[in-house]
């Protein structure tokens, strides 16, 4: 098993361009996440999907898109960058979100730059 | 404001002895908690979890305390390891919802 899978591992943009990172996961798990790591600020959730075509909003969504149309992948899309969504972003996923009794696993991570 | 919280942004500690990282939270619906370790350029990996049930939850070297009283967890390596040198974050979810962290704390097990 490849686990979760990240791409790219590392990302500069410029005001006002687009990209999408990428996730994939392989163990089957219906829930997948992404999450922003910010100095001093821990992991802040962005998105996130309980299944195959439903996703919903976490503590941070503005100026990011998702869609959820396989089981494995979870794009994240930056529509118009800004230098405040320069960041390090992990995807994660899990067997489920509910019951709290579960483990998730993270990728390696996107190092994003918006200069 | 911050619904789970690490104090100690880092923490030296000498190889051999112990590592006490502290967590405090202030949503007393939160069930739920977990332990990451995360290496530098990699994905946080998970170390160890406790329910609300339990006030300690062992693991190897690793030992997690509750005090759901306090709203305060503490994580405890025995003994400590250069290879433990990472940060750590704490994470907390209240049932069926979606997980919270804190900041991390850095730990450098000096050899």
């Known amino acids: 098993n490849a686990g979760v899978t990240q791409t790219p591992k590392f990302q500069v943009l410029k005001t006002g361009q687009s990209m ?12 997948m996440s992404w999450y922003r790591q910010d100095p001093g600020m821990g992991l802040r959730l962005i998105h996130y ?3 195959a075509g439903i996703t919903d909003q976490g503590e941070v969504p503005n100026g990011y898109n998702v869609s959820r149309s396989t089981t494995e992948d979870f794009p994240l899309r930056l529509l118009s960058a800004a230098p405040s969504q320069t960041s390090v972003y992990f995807c994660a996923s899990s067997y489920t979100r509910t019951g709290g009794m579960h483990t998730q696993y993270f990728g390696p991570g996107t190092r994003l730059t918006v200069l | 404001d911050q619904q789970v919280k690490q ?7 000498q190889e051999g002895r112990i590592s006490i990282l502290n967590c405090d939270y202030t949503n007393s619906m939160f069930d739920y908690f977990l332990w ?9 990996t998970f170390l160890i979890s406790i329910s609300s049930i339990k006030d ?3 693991d190897g070297r690793f030992t997690v305390f ?4 306090a709203k305060h967890l503490s994580l405890h390596i025995v003994p400590s390891q250069p290879g433990d040198s990472a940060v750590y974050f704490c994470a907390a979810s209240n049932y069926g919802q979606n997980f919270v962290f804190g900041p991390g704390t850095r730990l450098s097990a000096l050899p």
């Not at chain 1, 999408?20 to 829930?31: G, K, R, V």
């Not at chain 2, 104090?7 to 500690?13: D, G, I, T």
């Not at chain 2, 509750?66 to 009283?69: D, F, G, I, P, W």
């Open chain 2, 56 to 58: 300690k939850n062992e």
């Open chain 2, 7 to 13: 104090n100690s942004p880092s923490l030296s500690v």
């Open chain 2, 36 to 44: 990451y370790k995360k290496y530098p350029a990699e994905g946080p």
């Open chain 2, 66 to 69: 509750l005090n759901k009283s």
């Open chain 1, 49 to 51: 999907s309980v299944g």
């Open chain 1, 20 to 31: 999408t990172l990428q996730c994939a996961q392989d163990m089957n798990h219906e829930y």
